[in-house]
């Protein structure tokens, strides 16, 4: 029997059930979007379309996080894929940069965050995945499109670069 | 977050501890609520625009149809024109036509016959011959 509160083009999706992930995708929003608030709202409505109008349709072959997850990254790749060049050429002619309008990322002095800004795009993402939205990584890989031995490759190179690059806060954390 | 034993060690978890508490700063989340009826008004949105356009190509493809059936049905300027049927009363009422030895008729009050030549007859042969 269908769920009352089930999405009209996506049976398999209720509004609690996303309701209940919002906070966690909106974090995933904001990583993707540069902590770009305006822009990570953005991609969340979009998000949204996307599923009401049943353009991602889901399937259960995953969790539903898993799954909002890997629709935000995709709509979050296209979407800085056609503003990338423009991006470039804008950054290339502004002489005098203003950084006023430097997107607000997580806590700047934190070290643990910095020495996670300073990995590799794939071992950032797959940590913070695994790390902070408290995916396995079998799901990391699938929402970043990548197959589980590979997500497990960038894990493990991550923790050794994060344990090489906070070795004092690893004493600490001993 | 788990080591080959399956266990997750204690680094792994202090940091995590670390970078969600560095990432919870930052991440307030706005009310479902207002992103969700956002989302619904946007997809309302999309869904005008399209039937719009829909319509609107509809409308135009229906002209295009109509002119397409109006221009079908008359002569092209290059395909010559179909033949009619003489009808030879209008044709006769519709014209006049004189030969140009008409002159010579007696309604022109010109006869070189009107009066005939006398001729010289003989019975008298001259000769033999008939003069």
Known sequence: MRDADALENNPEITRSALEAIHGQVFGWALSRCNYDRAAAEDI????????????????????????????????????????????????????NADDSFLPEEPDRNSDVWLAVRHLPVRQRDIIELVFCRELTIEEAASVMGITTGTGRVHYDRAKKALRAALGSLADDMK | MNDENGNTSNWEKRLATALKS??????KTPPFDAVFAAAERRRRDSKRQYAGLAGAAMVAAVAV???????????????????????????????????????????????????????????????????
């Open chain 1, 44 to 95: 969340m409505q979009q998000a949204y379309v996307e599923l009401l109008s049943g353009n991602a349709l889901f399937r259960k072959k995953s969790t539903l996080k898993t799954f909002v997850f890997s629709v935000v990254q995709n709509l979050a790749r296209s979407r800085y894929r056609r503003l990338a060049t423009r991006l470039r050429l804008v950054r290339e002619h502004a002489a």
């Open chain 2, 65 to 131: 149809a109509v002119v397409f059936m109006i221009n079908a049905g008359a002569p092209t300027p290059d395909s010559p024109a179909l033949p009619k049927l003489l009808q030879v009363a209008e044709l006769m009422d519709s014209t006049d036509w004189s030969a140009p030895s008409d002159v010579l008729l007696p309604t022109h009050e010109f006869d070189i016959y009107q009066e005939l030549p006398v001729l010289l007859e003989s019975t008298k042969p001259a000769e033999g011959a008939l003069l």
């Open chain 2, 22 to 27: 560095s990432l919870e700063s930052k991440d």
